[in-house]
């Protein structure tokens, strides 16, 4: 949503700045052809080819077969299951002020951070999350990606100084983290109702319980002993404000009256889609050149 509205801001901004050199530039008005007959059959033609085009078939053009009409079953409904909507509502209200009175103040001074250092804060907490990325590829039965993150862990846990330098990316090693929520999805869980978590914000129920079991296996594990004691809390704290600083959203910034909505579709189209990838089915490979597509 800002990048639409910064794009649109930039149009603005190049509409103005071509209207001011047009106001600082020569005006020319082209004159009015002679009134001959040779000009009236001029423009008689030009008028008649222009009220065809108008009209949807240009002159002497052969014509184009009619696309099909667009219909409701074209578009996704925009239809939301909502049973809690007053609570969601109600929680989206608090999380919009909390954020404007405490959240983004705290990232943006966290912005002003020398970027090594915050760029060594989220790899290490982005290498902790690999672990949750392990379990719930193997629970998928996705046993590559599983393989893919164990290696993303082992190695910006050794050679890149326990996460603080992403090593397994400049090693062609690409992050894709995944947790519960969508091990749940690969099983066949529908993500249910939608839900806004308090300091967390648009949720379903499904990633809720993902959520939880995520900090569960987290708190489970307790690698390092990071997840006992009163510096959970400060690392909690410090890994809430680095991931709010890494996003550009920003409450009630679309214009729009009807935000809520809005966000509600986006987020459970955007998890509905992605449970479409989960259950994709394989692609056949092409034929080779001279090879029988049934051998």
Same mark, same amino acid.
């Given at each position: ?79 939301? #299951? ?111 109702? #939608? ?55 920003? #409450? ?7 935000? #809520? ?35």
């Amino acid at each position: 949503m800002r990048a639409a509205l910064l794009s649109g801001a930039a149009a603005l901004a190049l509409a103005l700045a071509g209207l001011g050199g047009c106001a600082t530039s020569d005006i020319s008005i082209r004159s009015l052809p002679a009134e001959t007959p040779a000009a009236d059959n001029a423009a008689a033609a030009y008028a008649a080819e222009f009220a065809a085009t108008a009209g949807g078939a240009a002159p002497n053009a052969v014509a184009a077969a009619p696309s099909p009409p667009v219909t409701a079953a074209d578009a996704p409904p925009m239809t939301t #299951y909502d049973p809690w909507e007053r609570l969601n509502r109600f929680d989206y209200r608090f999380n919009a002020r909390f954020d404007e009175a405490v959240f983004l103040p705290v990232a943006n001074a966290y912005r002003r951070l020398p970027s090594p250092m915050r760029a060594g804060v989220h790899n290490f907490f982005g290498n902790l999350t690999e672990i949750d990325s392990v379990i719930n590829y193997t629970l998928q039965g996705r046993l590559g990606r599983g393989v893919r993150s164990l290696g993303r862990l082992v190695i910006n846990s050794t050679l890149g100084i326990g996460g603080l330098i992403d090593v397994a990316t400049k090693l062609k090693l690409a992050v894709a983290p995944t947790g519960f929520s969508a091990t749940l999805g690969t099983w066949g869980l529908h993500p249910g109702p #939608y839900l806004v978590i308090p300091f967390f914000g648009p949720s379903t129920l499904r990633d809720g319980i993902g959520l939880a079991a995520d900090f569960g296996t987290s708190y489970g594990i307790n690698i390092a002993n990071l997840y006992r004691g009163n510096k959970t809390w400060g690392l909690g704290a410090l890994n809430a404000v680095d991931q709010r600083a890494n996003v550009s959203f920003r #409450y009630y910034s679309s214009g729009s009256p009807f935000e #809520y909505e809005v966000i509600r579709f986006l987020y459970v189209r955007k998890r509905l889609l992605e449970d479409a990838g989960l259950h994709r089915t394989r692609v056949p490979k092409p034929p080779r050149p001279g090879e029988a597509a049934g051998q």
